[in-house]
């Protein structure tokens, strides 16, 4: 009876060998796992204050040239509006030299008349 319970002892101190064992080598992979999700987690945080660098300088790339469309934009509508002023500046000083010339052309069909007449 001693010696089987001594080989059952025995039997039991192997089981919790090889238990202790086995819980030894899944802390071992769950290290090297949390080790290996950590430097993903490094990886992916790195990757991610380099995109948000690159789209903080295409954003104001961007403001950038909406910026000089706006400045071309605001250029083109006063030159427009220069251009009407100008226009309607013309408009009136060849309305002032047709009218003078339109005056001047009846004086003169009133001039060869009297001289026709007389």
Do not use: H, P
């Not at 204050?49 to 909406?66: A, C, P, T």
């Amino acid at each position: 009876m001693q010696r089987q319970t001594e080989a059952e002892l025995t039997q039991m101190r192997e089981l919790i060998a090889d238990k202790l064992g086995e819980d030894q080598l899944v802390n071992v992979k769950n290290k090297e796992k949390n080790v290996a999700l950590f430097n993903e987690v490094v990886r992916i945080g790195q990757e991610l204050d380099r995109q948000s660098g690159q789209l903080q300088s295409l954003i104001l790339s961007v403001e950038g040239k909406f910026q000089a469309v706006d400045t071309r934009l605001s250029k083109s509508e006063q030159d427009a509006s220069n251009a009407e002023r100008t226009g309607n500046t013309l408009n009136g000083m060849l309305a002032s030299v047709t009218e003078k010339t339109e005056t001047r052309l009846n004086q003169l069909e009133g001039n060869v008349e009297l001289i026709v007449v007389s």
